[in-house]
């Protein structure tokens, strides 16, 4: 069975406070994705990252940027220098390598930032 | 190239009506997802096909929901009869298996609320 969690269910922070989100994920799965969606106040899903269980290379994009440790089963999202734009609510996911990938979702963390 | 549709986005109905919810996934797209978010339950996968067939509807809470994929670029999922647990965000997603990709992209969702 897959699991995602994701124990901080709300943040608050103030613009330009650097903020890390995280998530730990158990699997039996060898190899697998994780990934980050953001579900801002509209309510659209959207795809931020996807990371394969194999490289463990940590990304960076833009103000953004994830640490994935596979020692720990965590993937980590840190959002650098946050604006107001970044208040959403952020959900980690991950699926198996293979045809399907059937997302098993966190909880969702919500991000607050206020001017 | 435009994104995953879903109509209507907005649904408000009577106990006992049936409910069609429509999603047009992205073109060239050879898997179709359907979620439900609810704040009691999170995003739930409830089914998806793969080239238009039904793979694994076992998130399908009751015989009450039911999907069809008629061809490659139109889902539907029917509600029948409505009941207001039902009430949530329906998400449709599509995703291409290639290896490149493996990401599912979501619809902005149909909010569904049941009198």
């Known amino acids: 069975a897959q699991k995602v969690t994701q124990a901080q269910t709300e943040i608050s922070v103030v613009e330009k406070e650097d903020v890390t989100l995280d998530c730990v994920y158990e699997?039996?799965?060898?190899?697998?994705?994780l990934f980050w969606y953001k579900q801002p106040p509209s309510g659209e899903l959207v795809f931020l990252i996807r990371?394969?269980?194999?490289?463990?290379q940590n990304e960076i994009s833009g103000r953004y940027s994830w640490n994935f440790q596979k020692s720990t089963s965590s993937f980590n999202f840190t959002i650098t220098a946050s604006q107001v734009v970044d208040s959403a609510v952020y959900f980690c996911?991950?699926?198996?390598?293979?045809?399907?990938?059937?997302?098993?979702f966190g909880g969702g963390t919500r991000l607050m930032v206020k001017p | 190239d435009a994104g995953v549709i879903q109509s209507p986005r907005h649904e408000v109905t009577e106990m006992g009506q049936e409910v069609t919810l429509r999603c047009k996934p992205i073109?060239?797209?050879?898997?179709l997802f359907w979620y439900r978010q609810t704040m009691m339950r999170g995003l739930e996968l409830l089914i998806y096909?793969?080239?238009?067939?039904?793979?694994?509807d076992s998130g399908m809470p009751e015989d009450r929901f039911s999907a069809k994929m008629p061809n490659a670029s139109f889902s539907t999922l029917k509600i029948q009869p409505s009941e207001p647990r039902d009430s949530a965000v329906y998400f449709c997603?599509?995703?291409?298996?290639?290896?490149?990709?493996?990401?599912?992209?979501f619809g902005p969702g149909t909010r569904l609320t049941v009198l």
């Open positions: 699997t039996r799965d060898t190899t697998y994705y």
């Open positions: 990371r394969n269980s194999f490289d463990e």
């Open positions: 096909f793969n080239n238009n067939v039904p793979i694994d």
């Open positions: 996911a991950l699926s198996p390598v293979n045809a399907g990938n059937m997302l098993t």
């Open positions: 997603a599509s995703g291409d298996s290639g290896p490149s990709t493996d990401t599912q992209y």
């Open positions: 073109s060239g797209h050879d898997y």
